[in-house]
Structure formats: structure tokens, C-alpha cells
């Protein structure tokens, strides 16, 4: 079965710090990865993925991931803060090959502060 | 290209009534996801749609259905609402589903439902 195990719940960092959200995986088939960010009372947008191929992924806002097979892992980074990246960050693995079902971790709020 | 659409955005229901929420995913997009969100649970998935047949489904009691239609509008019911079911609902769409490559997921900015 695949599960998402995001490494604290809360992260809080100056602007122009580094951001670094961490998550861990479980999958019995090949995982395809994710980064969503939600802000207040809005959906989902996915911030990058995951699939096959160069495991250093790049995404939008500066964000990028590597996927590590050896660590299970798929840290999300950032060089530097911005205060407008305050939001709520999931993680999430394909739950199996046949569908598109996601199955996502608890979720990292991150704080950025002047 | 218009997003992802829910309706309606905001919902206050009473404990045993029912509610139907709606999404019109993206023109194109074939497949439709439910999910449900909450402080304690977080994001779990109800189930997935496409070509009018639900195809996963998530672990949710039978209150909870959904539907699909042939324009790819989708529609999930719950009945008997109970004050747990206060949630976020979200839907995402994308093109088709699985078949070994992954569609990207887009998703609605939600249906808010509070349940007294």
C-alpha cells in the first residue's frame, strides 16, 4: 500500500532563508510523486512532480525536489523565502497504476516572516 | 481554458439531510476525483469517474455516492449527513485516467460544507 509521511507539521523560516519541506514515501509499485501547495480557501495547485526520468525536478515559484529511491524520499526546496510562499504544502504519492487517485500526506504549513 | 468548477461554494446542512455537490471539470478533461478534507483526517480520497463509471473508490461508507455524466459533469451525494461529514470537498479533473502514464490532476477550489 502506498502512504506519505510529511516530517512536521509546521515550518517556520525568515524571508530569504532556505525552505525545505520534508516527505517520505511508501509505494509497492513505481511512485509517482508530488508537491501541491494550497493557500487559504482555495484548491490545490500542483507545484511539481515526479514521474520517471531526472530525479531532480523542477517546479514553478522556484520550488524544486529530488526524488531519492535509496531514502524513500522527495524533499521539497526552496533557496530562497519569499513571504507570498506562506501556505499549506501536501505531498503525495499515486495511490496505484490503474487510476489517478492521489494519496497525500498530513501537510506542512509554512510560515515566512519579515 | 475555464478551470475546474465546483457549486456550490459554501453549504450549511443540518444532521440527516442529504446534499449533492457538483463540478464541471475542465472542457476536455474525462476524468473526475473527489476528495474529501479535513483538520484530522486531511485529504482522503472518495472516488474517481470516468466515461461515466466510477473506477476507484476510496474508503467511505455508502453514504457517500457519486455520479458521472456523459459531458464529464460530476456530482457527489451524501446522505444522511452526519456532523463528521463537515469537510472541504474537492474535486480535480484531468484528461483520462492511469493506463501507466499519470495526467495531471486539477483541481476545484472546493465546496465548503458545515453540517449543525
Same mark, same amino acid.
Request: proline share 4%; net charge negative.
Given at each position: 500500500a502506498q502512504s506519505v509521511t510529511q516530517l512536521g507539521s509546521h515550518v517556520s523560516v525568515s524571508e530569504g532563508a532556505l525552505v525545505l519541506l520534508r516527505c517520505n514515501y511508501s509505494s509497492s509499485v513505481p511512485p509517482y510523486l508530488f508537491w501541491y501547495v494550497q493557500y487559504p480557501n482555495q484548491g490545490l495547485q500542483l507545484l511539481l512532480k515526479y514521474t520517471? @526520468? #531526472?530525479?531532480l525536478v523542477k517546479g514553478i515559484n522556484g520550488f524544486e525536489a529530488e526524488f531519492k529511491k535509496s531514502e524513500t524520499s522527495f524533499h521539497l526546496t526552496k533557496p530562497s523565502a519569499h513571504m507570498s510562499d506562506a501556505a499549506e504544502y501536501f505531498c503525495a504519492v499515486r @495511490?496505484?497504476? #490503474? @487510476?489517478?487517485a492521489l494519496i497525500f500526506g498530513k501537510g506542512t504549513t509554512l510560515s515566512v516572516s519579515s | 481554458k475555464a478551470g475546474v468548477t465546483q457549486t456550490p461554494r459554501y453549504l450549511i446542512k443540518t444532521r440527516g439531510q442529504q446534499v449533492t455537490l457538483s463540478c464541471s471539470p475542465i472542457s476536455g478533461h474525462r476524468s473526475v476525483s473527489w476528495y474529501q478534507q479535513t483538520p484530522g483526517q486531511g485529504l482522503q480520497f472518495l472516488f474517481e469517474y470516468f466515461s461515466e463509471t466510477q473506477r476507484n473508490k476510496g474508503n467511505?461508507? !455508502?453514504r457517500f455516492s457519486g455520479r458521472q455524466f456523459s459531458n464529464s459533469r460530476s456530482e457527489m451525494n451524501v446522505s444522511? =449527513?452526519? =456532523?463528521?461529514?463537515?469537510a472541504l470537498y474537492l474535486c480535480a479533473s484531468s484528461l483520462?485516467? !492511469? !493506463? !501507466?502514464s499519470y495526467n495531471e490532476q486539477f483541481f476545484g477550489p472546493g465546496t465548503r460544507l458545515t453540517v449543525l
Open positions: 520517471t @526520468g #531526472a530525479t @495511490g496505484n497504476q #490503474a @487510476g489517478t | 467511505f461508507p !455508502g444522511t =449527513l452526519e =456532523l463528521g461529514d463537515s483520462v485516467m !492511469g !493506463g !501507466g
